[in-house]
């Protein structure tokens, strides 16, 4: 098992511009979260996929966007860049959000998207 | 609104002294606190969960409920727990995302 894997690994954009990251769960967990960690700082939770749907969201703007395929993979979206959107973009994921005593609270994370807008 | 502080960005200790590194959290109802860990060059993984009331590679952390916090303790440190220690929080009985403080960079000295 490959674990959470994410793409690209790295990549830099510019003002304005959109962004598509990816992102395959852990075999056996169909729930994924993206965070996104700014340099020096801890991970901040963006949103929660479950069922092709978005569960929970965090503090981030509308440009933030997500999807979650029938396969639990999940991409997120950013549209109109900005500077301050560098950072890098960690996916996490965990089992079933409704499967009980399952739900232990522990993630597993991906090695993380990095983003750069120049 | 939940809130995890880190007030060490970084710890240095030599190896066989105690560590405590230490969080403190805000929340008006029943959290759950987590000890994630990163190790140079490997992704972000869980340490430890309050409610398991486990010891991992000889860490432990008590929630203390009247001072808000969940310390992360070990009597002895090892030079293999150098590494970023970061504590998080979720609201008691969900599935919601994690609250992260901002990580003690902890370095074992030899």
């Known amino acids: 098992d490959a674990g959470v894997t994410q793409s690209p690994t790295h990549l830099i954009k510019t003002r304005g511009q959109q962004v598509t990251l990816r992102c395959s769960p852990k075999?056996?967990?169909?729930?994924v979260s993206w965070y996104q960690q700014a340099l020096g700082q801890g991970p901040q939770f963006i949103f929660q996929?479950?069922?092709?749907?978005?569960?929970q969201r965090g503090n981030f703007p509308d440009r933030f966007s997500g999807h979650q395929f029938p396969n639990y993979s999940s991409e997120l979206n950013v549209n109109a860049l900005l500077l301050g959107d560098s950072a890098l973009y960690l996916c996490?994921?965990?089992?079933?959000?409704?499967?009980?005593?399952?739900?232990?609270?522990?993630?597993?994370f991906g090695e993380g998207s990095r983003l750069t807008v120049l | 609104a939940q809130r995890v502080t880190q007030p060490e960005k970084l710890l240095s200790v030599f190896k066989g002294a105690p560590v405590e590194l230490k969080c403190n959290y805000s929340?008006?109802?029943?959290?759950?606190l987590f000890w994630y860990v990163q190790y140079s060059r490997q992704r972000l993984q869980l340490l430890l969960r309050?409610?398991s009331r486990e010891s991992i590679k000889g860490f432990t952390a008590d929630l203390n409920k009247g001072e808000t916090s969940f310390h992360l303790k070990k009597p002895f440190a090892q030079e293999e727990d150098s590494a970023m220690y970061y504590c998080?929080?979720?609201?008691?009985?969900?599935?919601?995302?994690?609250?992260f403080g901002k990580g003690t960079h902890l370095i074992i000295q030899p």
């Open positions: 996490a994921s965990s089992p079933g959000r409704d499967r009980g005593f399952l739900n232990t609270g522990e993630l597993f």
């Open positions: 075999s056996g967990h169909d729930t």
């Open positions: 996929y479950y069922e092709e749907e978005e569960r």
């Open positions: 929340y008006s109802g029943s959290p759950e």
């Open positions: 309050h409610i």
């Open positions: 998080a929080l979720r609201s008691g009985g969900g599935a919601d995302g994690l609250t």
